[in-house]
Nanobody, 123 residues
Framework: QVQLVESGGGLVQAGGSLRLSCVAS????????MGWFRQAPGKEREFVAA????????YYADSVKGRFTISRDNAKNTVYLQMNSLKPEDTAVYYC????????????????WGQGTQVTVSS
């Protein structure tokens, strides 16, 4: 029903920046809470950031607070993740996800997921 496509991943040196984009189609984008999650090899998928459709309230994991910024452009059906001051431990596959209602920090609350984009941070 809802399709999500991420882009913007790549290789960057520690301290550098990347901006991830996620374009949604097949649904009423402005009504969805949107989240970013990441998963490193051998580890569980973890919450990174989220933004609600109600007033654009944002949420961040402690590990990225102050470095990452989530935003959305409803006219373009797109959610962004601006990542600054990147660290090697940020290396992971990053996924965007959508939900209508639920706990925004819990991956179990999301029903729609993108295919992921690789972010690699070198030291």
């Amino acid at each position: 029903q809802v399709q999500l496509v991420e882009s913007g991943g790549g290789l960057v040196q520690a301290g550098g920046s990347l901006r991830l984009s996620c374009v949604a189609s097949g649904g009423d984008f402005k009504m969805y809470d949107m989240g970013w999650f990441r998963q490193a090899p051998g580890k569980e998928r973890e919450f990174v950031a989220a933004i609600s459709w109600i007033g654009g309230t944002t949420y961040y994991a402690d590990s990225v607070k102050g470095r990452f910024t989530i935003s959305r452009d409803n006219a373009k059906n797109t959610v962004y993740l601006q990542m600054n001051s990147l660290k090697p431990e940020d290396t992971a596959v990053y996924y965007c996800a959508a939900q209508i209602q639920g706990e925004v920090t819990a991956p179990q609350s999301y029903h729609y997921w993108g295919q992921g984009t690789q972010v690699t941070v070198s030291s």
